[in-house]
């Protein structure tokens, strides 16, 4: 469980790194990668809980546009943890939905994949 943590962490960091329009800042570094790892447990209680109702809401989606609509509920599932962090106090802010949080979402996805074949559990 913790790895996954470490791993939502790290992809929503590398996310904020790169895509212009998501931030994620805190008082110093210690708050700042406290406030990953809360992130880290939001997207992961997001991703076990919310994602597959969406997902199943969405199927027929899923089916036309070939698995591309894994995109468009990747950037909802990060809107979503942006307004959650937003009520916690966490500074995590996705700017606008198209552009950051779908980039972002392609982000996270990439850089997932590629840690969960790094690291294992």
């Known amino acids: 469980m913790l790895t996954k943590i ?4 790290a992809a ?3 996310a904020a790194l ?3 329009g998501v931030d994620v800042t805190g008082d ?4 700042t990668l406290l406030t990953l790892a809360v992130l ?4 992961g209680f997001v991703n076990t ?5 969406v997902a199943f809401a969405t199927m027929p989606a899923y089916l036309l546009t070939l698995g591309l609509m894994a995109f468009l ?6 809107e979503l943890v942006s ?15 198209f552009w950051s949080a779908v980039l972002a979402a392609l982000v996270v996805t990439v850089t997932s994949l590629v840690l969960r074949a790094v690291i294992r559990d």
Do not use: E, H, R
């Open 6 to 9: 470490f791993i939502n962490a």
């Open 12 to 14: 929503i960091w590398v």
């Open 18 to 20: 790169v895509v212009p």
């Open 28 to 31: 110093g570094l210690g708050n």
């Open 40 to 43: 880290g447990v939001l997207f």
């Open 49 to 53: 809980f919310i994602k597959p109702v």
């Open 73 to 78: 509920v990747n950037a909802l599932m990060l």
């Open 83 to 97: 307004w959650m962090s937003g009520k916690l106090g966490l500074n995590f802010t996705i700017d606008d939905f």
